[in-house]
């Protein structure tokens, strides 16, 4: 690990929680209580969900249930990119939904507005900045396909005066459908912001089944939470409808858990650079960037100029399993390390102070999907793949919409109205995801020449080039 002394004595845990103004603990749910509507996970999709509800009808009581803590996991670990596809990139947009990309491109940066227009209407301090993002091509192949994109391409000398890297060829520069924002910092303004318009919020109330209030078609449904706090037992939320927002973790609906697998994600944050070291790079724009390999990076700076660097070696682990102890990963952070160096040599010397790792959900058409249970009663989205930032506000209103059975322009697109083919059980999901992988690390070694497994899953509706 030839730069092991770079990253090794980080702080193992997720910057943008590393701070004095994270929030004291919400209490945890001490009696059985009801709610017109339960919002289920205290990430970004459950928090639009509950802000939103308020927002449409004052009148309507929620409650949101978060099983640890507000933003704890993919909401307080990911990169701050907050971006307008709700597609996952424009490619895989018009190739799965080629019949309403434009629309939908039109609605996610509408979305993407309105999450900034939200930010400035309740006040909220999250760095929101709207400077684009610089897609990067590394590699000699990349350079073609970045000019046929949609971006304001950029050659040899264009990006490296934007910033300055050996390994640039060309660049692509999205201005205005991507902001750089504090992901920590908007969920807790967020939280704010719906406790004052009234929704209640408790921590530590991890829910761990639903079923029909009496067993009744029709009826409420209750929600059986139990506690993490020592002492605390189950308690039982009665509802009239329910929102799910569970991310990553096992969907309380049986029917939709092949829908999804996670996959885990690492990342590491430098400390602040000098204004010299800066100065050694550009990168005066701030723009988010990321490169065009299949395994890629992405990376930006913060409000205080560290630069946070992160993605490429996205893991799964066998049988669908997230634990504590896989937000650790050495290899991956060593991995992680070199290549920074390899992009940026011009800050040898420069050190990390924080390292973690989280997982994300990924379903097999790379982008939000969304349906309902109970007979209408129960609403979920899932699956943004990493682009959860900002297209889970669109999923919220999506959700709110089914919930409240009303009429919407959302509601009739393909996007909403289809689900992903689910991932096959294990040993089956395991062995094909691995295989998935090596072939991508394969591609990105070989002009990026998809082999037999990936043509064969780009047959079957199921390929992912990013």
């Known amino acids: 690990m030839p730069y092991a002394a770079s990253w090794s004595a980080s702080a193992p845990i997720p910057f943008w929680l590393d701070t004095e103004d994270r929030p004291a603990p919400r209490p945890t749910l001490a009696t059985d209580t ?38 704890w996991a993919a909401t307080g670990r990911n990169g701050g990119f907050c971006a307008a596809s709700l597609t996952h990139g424009e490619a895989n947009g018009r190739d ?59 050659d040899t000398a264009a990006v490296r005066a934007e910033v300055d890297s050996p390994t640039y060829l060309a660049g692509s520069w999205n201005r205005d459908t991507t902001a750089m924002l504090d992901p920590a910092r908007l969920a807790w303004g967020l939280a704010r912001a719906a406790e004052e318009l009234g929704v209640r919020i408790v921590e530590n109330t991890p829910v761990q089944g639903i079923r029909r209030s009496s067993g009744r078609p029709g009826d409420a449904l209750a929600l059986i939470t139990g506690g993490s706090d020592a002492g605390s037992g189950a308690r039982t939320v009665t509802a009239r409808r329910v929102a799910l927002g569970t991310n ?3 969907p309380l609906l049986r029917r939709i858990r092949l829908h999804t697998v996670p996959v885990y ?42 630069i946070l660097w992160g993605g490429y070696d996205a893991v799964y682990y ?56 109970y007979g209408g009663r129960l609403a979920y989205a899932l699956g943004y793949t990493g682009l959860g930032v900002g297209a889970s ?16 322009e ?21 062995a094909g995801i691995q295989a ?6 394969a591609a990105d070694r070989h002009e990026g020449r998809r082999n037999l497994w990936l043509r064969a899953l780009d047959r079957a509706g199921l390929g992912f080039d990013s």
Not at 100 to 113: A, F, K, T, V
Not at 275 to 288: D, H, T, Y
Not at 393 to 408: E, H, I, K, Q, T
Not at 436 to 441: D, G
Request: proline share 5%.
């Open 34 to 71: 009801s709610a017109d509507l339960a919002v289920v996970g205290g990430g970004f999709s459950g928090l639009w969900t509950a802000l939103l509800a308020k927002e449409a009808d004052p009148d309507r009581d929620v409650i949101l249930l978060e099983g640890s803590r507000l933003a």
């Open 96 to 154: 799965r939904f080629p019949n309403e990309y434009s629309r939908l491109d039109e609605l996610g940066r509408q979305n993407l507005q309105e999450i900034g227009d939200t930010v400035a209407r309740y006040g909220i301090d999250c760095a929101f900045e709207r400077t684009g993002e610089l897609n990067v091509a590394t590699a000699p192949y990349q350079v073609a396909e970045l000019r046929a994109g949609d971006g304001e391409f950029l």
């Open 248 to 250: 990553a973790f096992t």
């Open 265 to 306: 994600d690492y990342v590491l944050v430098t400390e602040p650079l000098s204004s010299e070291q800066l100065a050694a790079i550009g990168w005066r724009n701030r723009q988010g960037i990321g490169d065009s390999a299949n395994q890629f990076h992405y990376y930006r700076l913060t409000r205080d100029n560290r």
């Open 318 to 373: 066998f049988g669908r399993r997230i634990a504590a102890r896989y937000d650790e990963r050495p290899a991956t952070f060593a991995l992680l390390a070199e290549q920074f160096f390899q992009t940026f040599p011009q800050l040898e010397g420069l050190r990390f102070t924080h390292r973690w790792g989280g997982a994300i959900d990924t379903s097999t058409r790379f982008c939000g999907f969304f349906g309902t249970g």
């Open 393 to 408: 506000r669109f999923g919220a209103n999506v959700m709110l919409d089914l919930l409240d059975d009303r009429p919407s």
């Open 410 to 430: 959302r509601r009739e697109l393909e996007l909403v109205r289809t689900k992903p083919l689910p991932f096959p059980p294990e040993p089956l999901a395991y």
């Open 436 to 441: 998935t992988r090596w072939s991508l690390a």
